[in-house]
């Protein structure tokens, strides 16, 4: 695929860049046990955290954008976005009665380096609410993230019958891509 870079002055002398490849991208955390995920869940009593391990493998993560996994683990799934383009997360339940909501992303690079770029400009991205909450957020249209990786977090609920929710994490990871 070609890629093409336009760069233009705006009105107040600012270089701008704008790059015509890529699109949207759609990241879908699918939990084929939603049931069997909300049951353990409501195992865990607070402050008692759930083991994380045992929640990735109800989980898979996949993404519109051949995104993928070494190990086929939600650790190392990593989905390539577009710079200055949309990025939305997803959840999908395939048991009835049971819903996924993404309720926000916490991407917080510069914790391991303080000069690290950012990949959205806001650190916390919150979620519509509710059962079918999902996230939607535009990547920065900064070169510097070109090949960078991000590990983020996604803070989801599952939800019984729309009412009865359980808080789950995961911590997938995003590359920057032209």
């Known amino acids: 695929m ?12 600012f270089l701008k ?3 015509s490849n890529g699109g949207k991208i ?8 939603a049931k069997g995920l909300h049951n353990y869940l409501k195992t865990i009593i607070p402050p008692q955290q759930p083991d994380q391990q045992h929640v990735n493998d109800f989980c898979i993560l996949y993404d519109n954008n051949k ?5 086929k683990s939600i650790d190392d799934f ?8 949309n990025v939305k997360w997803i959840g999908k339940s395939t048991d009835e009665n049971y819903s996924i909501a993404i ?28 059962p079918k909450s999902y996230v939607k957020a535009r990547i920065e249209e900064n070169l510097q993230l070109i090949n ?3 590990t983020y977090t996604m803070f989801c609920s599952v939800y019984e ?11 997938p990871k995003i590359t920057g891509n032209l």
């Open 103 to 130: 309720d926000k992303i916490v991407s917080e690079p510069l914790i391991v380096d303080p000069n690290a770029p950012k990949f959205f400009p806001n650190a916390i991205i919150k979620g519509t609410r509710g």
């Open 17 to 19: 860049i704008k790059l």
């Open 2 to 13: 070609e890629r093409k870079v336009k760069m233009y002055l705006t009105e107040k002398g």
């Open 78 to 85: 990593i989905s390539k976005v577009y710079l200055h383009k």
């Open 26 to 33: 759609k990241i879908t955390l699918e939990v084929a046990d």
């Open 67 to 71: 995104g993928k996994s070494a190990k």
């Open 148 to 150: 960078k990786e991000d």
């Open 161 to 171: 019958k729309r009412e009865f929710r359980q808080k789950f994490r995961i911590d």
